[in-house]
C-alpha cells in the first residue's frame, strides 16, 4: 500500500476509549481518500437528518494519500462532518502542516464520535495516544492553545514536530459560524463544523509521529515532482501573482470585471480599489511568504500588524478577507480588515460565514430594518470599528451578538427580510457578485458545500484564461465547466491537493505524479469519474437531509436587480437558466435527483435502492 | 568548492527539501525524521539546519544569537545532533545521519526542490 498508511483511529468520546481499525482497499480504491473517504464514512454512519450539534453527528479528518509524501502542494487534509450552519454534508480543507503529521502519526484518518464529559484534547504523539483533559484550555485563543500545549511538553525539540489543530472560543460556544483553525491558518470552507468540534467538547487534536509514508516508483516520482516544481515556476500566476501577494492579487482584476461585492452585493464596483490593491497590501503589511507542506508556491502571506493585542501574529488577509470582510461590509481600511481576519483566526470564526452575516446587519440598519435599540450594537456600512466589535462579540456569545452569531439567514428572517440574506443553503455567498461570473454562479447555487467557490474555482477559466478562454458574463458552456471543475476539486481535495496549484498546472499534468506515488495506472477521465462518484454521494446525503431543487437557487437579487454600475453594468445572473442543462449533464431528473443510470454508472447502485425508501 | 548557500530570510517553511532529502536516501520513502536537512521554526521565521557530525556530549555553554530586535536559541542552527538535541538521528536504527551532499551535480536534491531561493548551490 503506497501513499496510504492504511489505518484509521476510531475515538468514542462519550466512553472515553479509542480504537484503531484498517481502511479496505477497496474502499480505497473507490474513494481515493481525504474528502471521497470521508464522506462515505459519514453518508454509511450517521443519519444525515440528524442534529448537528449532537454526539450522534461525527466528525472525520482525513488526509489524503498525495500527502505528505512530497507531492507538490501535497498538504491538505479534510475535516468532514454534518454542519451546524447549513445542515448539509461539510467539508473544511485545512492548510499548513497538520495534515501531513498525521500521516506521518501512521494514520490516514480519524473518526471522532460522542461526546466528552468535559473539555478534552486528543493527543497522538508518536503513537501514544490519549484523550487529556483540557479545561485549562477551554476559552483560550487558537495560538494560545497551540503554544500552551507545546510548553507543556517535557523536550522541547519535540514541539518543533508537534502540530495542533483547534477551536477558539467560537466552536466551544457552538456559534454556527465556527471555524477549525490549524498552525494559525483559516481552513478553507469550515463554517459550521468549529461548532461541531464545540458539541463534542474536543478542543485540539496534536499529532507527531515517526512512521514514513511509501511511494510506490520512489525514482520516477521524484522526477516527475521536479518536473512539475519547474512548470509551477514558469507559469507566471503561480511564480509571481500568488507567491508575492498570496490571492489578494485578485483583488484588483475582480474590481476590473466588476465581480467584487460592495456593501452587502449592493454594489459591485468600487472606485478606491487602489487602497486596497497589491501596493496597498504590500506596504500596509510587511509581506512573508509561508507555504504550507511540500508547497512551491507559498501563496500565504505573514504580516505584522500594528496592534498590541495580536502583534507579528497575523496573516495578511488574503482575498476572500479583504472580500468577505472588508468590501462586502464597505470597510476599505486595510488595517481593520487584517485585525477582523486575525480575530476570526484567532477566536475561531469563519470569514465568509461571519463578514456575510455582519454585512447583512448591516444593510438592515443602513435600511432602518433594524434599530440600533433592538441589536445593542453600531452596524454601520464602513465602519471597521463596528465589524471588529460584533466578531468579539460573536465568538464570545455576548449580548445581542448572540442573535447575529446565529448567522445571516437567521437574522435576515428574525427580521422579516429573509430576501436580504445574500447566500445559499444558509451559508453566506464568497466575495464573487454571481451575475458577473456566471459559471461561478451556478456553482454557487448547485455547490454540495454552500457557496463557496474553492469547491469549483471557475475562476481559472472564467476570468483567468488559464486553460480555457471563457467569457465571465457569457453562459455558454458553463453547466459543462462547472461540472468539470467541481468534479477536479472533489479529486484533488481527495488526494490532498491545493486548488490553487490548477493555476498553473493543468489536471492531467497531475496524473503522472499521482500513479508513480500511489503504484496505480489511473487515466484522468477514470480520477474524474471518483470525483464525480463523491460529488453525487454528497448530493444524497443532501437530498435526505432534506435538500433538493428549490435549496439550488442564488437570492432574488441576483435575479432580479441589475447590477447598477460599474464594469459589469446590467448583468443579472442566469444560473435558473442553466440549472436544467447542469443537471442534465449530471444525469440528475429535473428536481436534482441523481436518476438510477447514472448511480450505476458510478457504482453507486447500492445507495439508490437505499434511497428510493 | 561548492557550498549550499541558506538564506533563512527566504525559507517558507514548506519542508519541501526535507522530502526531497528523505526520498533521495531510501527510495520512495518520505520522511522528515529521516531527512539530513530540517526546518526549525521559532516564532515567525524558519530556519533550514543541513545535518553535521554527531557529537555524544552537548555543548556545555549556551549561545544566543541575536537577528534583529529577536534573540534566539543558538542551538537551533547548529549542524550537530547532540543528546541534548537529538535530532538527525535515524529514529529505528539510532543512526546519526550527515548531508553527504547527495543529488545530480550540479545541484543536491534539497536545493532542487527548494522553491524559494532560500537554499542556493554556491561554487567558490
Ligand atoms: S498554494 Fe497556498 S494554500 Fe495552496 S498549498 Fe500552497 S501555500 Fe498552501
Ligand atoms: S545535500 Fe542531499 S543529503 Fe545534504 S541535506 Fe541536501 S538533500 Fe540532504
Ligand atoms: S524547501 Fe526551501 S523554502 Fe521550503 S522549507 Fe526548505 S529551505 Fe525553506
Known amino acids: 500500500m503506497y501513499g496510504w498508511t492504511g489505518r484509521c483511529l476510531r475515538v468514542n468520546l462519550t466512553k472515553n476509549d479509542f480504537q484503531l481499525e484498517e481502511i479496505s482497499q477497496e474502499l480505497m480504491n473507490k ?41 507538490v502542494t501535497g498538504a491538505s487534509c479534510n475535516v468532514i462532518t454534518k454542519s451546524a450552519l447549513s445542515g448539509t454534508i461539510a467539508c473544511a480543507k485545512l492548510r499548513g502542516h497538520f495534515g501531513a503529521e498525521l500521516k506521518y502519526s501512521g494514520l490516514d484518518m480519524i473518526i471522532v464520535e460522542g461526546k466528552a464529559e468535559f473539555p478534552v484534547i486528543l493527543s497522538i504523539m508518536d503513537d501514544k495516544i490519549v484523550i487529556q483533559p483540557a479545561l485549562e484550555y477551554w476559552g483560550r485563543t487558537t495560538s494560545e492553545t497551540e503554544n500552551m500545549f507545546k510548553n507543556s511538553l517535557s523536550d522541547k525539540w519535540a514541539a518543533c514536530d508537534t502540530y495542533l489543530l483547534s477551536i477558539g472560543s467560537a466552536g466551544e460556544k457552538l456559534v454556527p459560524l465556527a471555524n477549525v483553525i490549524n498552525d494559525g491558518f483559516l481552513s478553507v470552507g469550515a463554517a459550521g463544523i468549529g461548532a461541531v468540534m464545540g458539541s463534542k467538547n474536543l478542543k485540539a487534536i496534536a499529532v507527531k509521529g515517526n512512521h514514513s509514508v511509501t511511494v510506490a516508483d520512489g525514482n520516477r516520482f521524484v522526477q516527475v515532482v521536479t518536473t512539475l516544481i519547474n512548470k509551477l515556476n514558469s507559469a507566471s500566476l503561480t511564480s509571481q501573482s500568488m507567491s508575492s501577494w498570496g490571492s489578494a492579487f485578485l483583488v484588483g482584476l475582480c474590481n476590473q470585471k466588476g465581480i467584487l461585492p460592495f456593501k452587502n452585493f449592493q454594489r459591485s464596483s468600487f472606485e478606491e480599489s487602489k487602497q486596497i490593491g497589491t501596493e496597498a497590501l504590500s506596504s500596509a503589511f510587511a509581506l512573508r511568504s509561508r507555504g504550507c507542506f511540500a508547497c512551491p508556491i507559498a501563496c500565504i502571506k505573514k504580516t505584522d500588524v500594528n496592534n498590541p493585542i495580536f502583534k507579528g501574529k497575523g496573516m495578511a488577509p488574503t482575498y476572500l478577507a479583504i472580500g468577505a470582510l472588508g468590501l462586502n461590509c464597505g470597510i476599505t481600511d486595510l488595517t481593520d480588515i487584517g485585525m477582523a481576519n486575525m480575530i476570526c483566526a484567532e477566536m475561531g470564526l469563519d470569514p465568509i460565514a461571519s463578514g456575510g452575516t455582519i454585512a447583512t446587519a448591516m444593510e438592515f440598519s443602513e435600511k432602518g430594518l433594524l434599530s440600533k435599540d433592538s441589536i445593542k450594537l453600531d452596524l454601520r456600512f464602513g465602519h471597521g470599528k463596528d465589524l471588529i466589535h460584533a466578531l468579539t462579540l460573536i465568538a464570545t456569545k455576548k449580548g445581542h451578538a ?7 439567514k437567521a437574522i435576515s428572517e428574525e427580521y422579516g427580510h429573509p430576501e436580504l440574506f445574500m447566500g445559499v443553503k444558509n451559508i453566506p455567498l464568497a466575495p464573487f457578485d454571481p451575475r458577473a461570473i456566471q459559471g461561478m454562479g451556478l456553482h454557487f447555487a448547485t455547490s454540495n458545500y454552500g457557496p463557496h467557490h474553492l469547491y469549483a474555482y471557475t475562476f481559472i477559466d472564467e476570468v483567468l484564461n488559464v486553460h480555457e478562454k471563457l467569457e465571465p458574463w457569457t453562459i455558454e458552456g458553463k453547466p459543462e465547466l462547472v461540472k468539470r471543475f467541481q468534479d477536479i476539486t472533489a479529486v484533488m481535495d481527495s488526494l490532498g491537493l491545493c486548488n490553487w496549484s490548477l493555476m498553473g498546472l493543468k489536471f492531467n499534468s497531475f496524473v503522472p505524479m499521482i500513479n508513480s506515488c500511489l503504484g496505480t495506472s489511473y487515466k484522468a477521465e477514470d480520477l474524474l469519474q471518483t470525483g464525480e462518484r463523491i460529488w453525487n454521494l454528497e448530493r444524497l446525503f443532501n437530498m435526505r437531509a432534506g435538500f433538493n431543487r428549490s435549496h439550488d437557487i442564488l437570492p432574488e437579487r441576483f435575479y432580479n436587480e441589475h447590477i447598477a454600475d460599474g464594469p459589469a453594468k446590467g448583468q443579472i445572473s442566469k444560473a435558473n437558466e442553466m440549472l436544467d442543462d447542469y443537471y442534465g449533464f449530471r444525469g440528475w431528473d429535473n428536481k436534482g435527483q441523481p436518476s438510477a443510470k447514472i448511480l450505476k454508472a458510478l457504482e453507486l447502485e447500492e445507495i439508490y435502492g437505499e434511497d428510493k425508501n | 568548492m561548492a557550498r549550499i548557500k541558506i538564506d533563512h530570510t527566504k525559507c517558507t517553511g514548506c519542508r519541501h527539501c526535507e522530502i526531497a532529502c528523505s526520498l533521495n ?6 520522511n522528515p525524521r529521516r531527512a539530513r536537512i530540517r526546518v526549525f521554526r521559532e516564532g515567525t521565521t524558519y530556519f533550514p539546519t543541513i545535518a553535521g557530525p554527531f557529537v555524544d556530549a552537548a555543548c556545555t555553554s549556551k549561545n544566543d544569537l541575536i537577528i534583529g530586535d529577536q534573540t534566539y536559541n543558538m542551538c537551533l542552527i547548529c549542524r550537530a545532533s547532540c543528546p541534548e538535541k537529538p535530532f538527525f538521528i535515524e529514529a529505528e536504527t539510532g543512526i546519526p545521519l550527515k548531508c553527504d551532499f547527495c543529488g545530480i551535480p550540479p545541484s543536491p536534491s534539497c536545493v532542487t526542490w ?3 531561493g532560500a537554499l542556493e548551490l554556491v561554487e567558490d
Not at chain 1, 474528502?35 to 459519514?42: S, T
Not at chain 1, 448572540?402 to 445571516?408: F, V
Not at chain 2, 536516501?25 to 518520505?30: E, L, N, P, R, T
Open chain 1, 402 to 408: 448572540i442573535r447575529i452569531g446565529q448567522g445571516a
Open chain 1, 31 to 71: 474513494f481515493l481518500g481525504g474528502r471521497g473517504l470521508g464522506v462515505k464514512i459519514l453518508y454509511d454512519e450517521i443519519d444525515p437528518t440528524v442534529d448537528s450539534l449532537s454526539p450522534d453527528n461525527k466528525l472525520i479528518f482525513v488526509s489524503g494519500p498525495l500527502v505528505g509524501t512530497g507531492a
Open chain 2, 25 to 30: 536516501h531510501v527510495a520512495g520513502v518520505a
Open chain 2, 114 to 116: 527548494c522553491n524559494s
